[in-house]
């Protein structure tokens, strides 16, 4: 088992998660209760880790975390539908509901 990621919330830890699971990449999220317990944990602590079970994983882990990364949030998107802005990594719109083009 080898960390490769701290992500800031579950919902990150969680997309990094599904993206590394894409690419074959078994993984596990650690500290993920932790975050109702901000105030008790230390902040850092408390953030979601992001650990490849297969150790000889871990750098392909980090290359695919690094360009989802970089990939997110990328430009905006104009919803057609009631033009409102969303950010480039969101498949529908936050306002009105309606699918985003690609
Ligand atoms: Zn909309």
């Not at 901000?38 to 902040?43: I, N, Q, R, S, Y």
């Not at 104009?78 to 936050?94: A, D, M, Q």
Request: aromatic share 6%.
């Amino acid at each position: 088992m080898k960390r490769v990621h701290i992500a800031p919330t579950l919902l990150d830890a969680q997309l990094a998660v599904d993206a590394l699971s894409c690419v074959g990449i078994a993984t596990h999220i650690f500290n993920a209760n932790a975050a109702g317990a901000l105030g008790e944990v230390p902040f850092m602590q408390a953030q979601p880790e992001i650990w490849v079970e297969d150790d000889r994983l871990a750098a392909r882990a980090s290359e695919v975390l690094a360009d989802f990364l970089n990939a997110r949030p990328g430009e905006e998107k104009v919803c057609p539908h009631c033009g409102e802005r969303n950010p480039g990594n969101f498949l529908s719109c936050w306002h009105c509901g309606g699918a985003l083009s690609a």
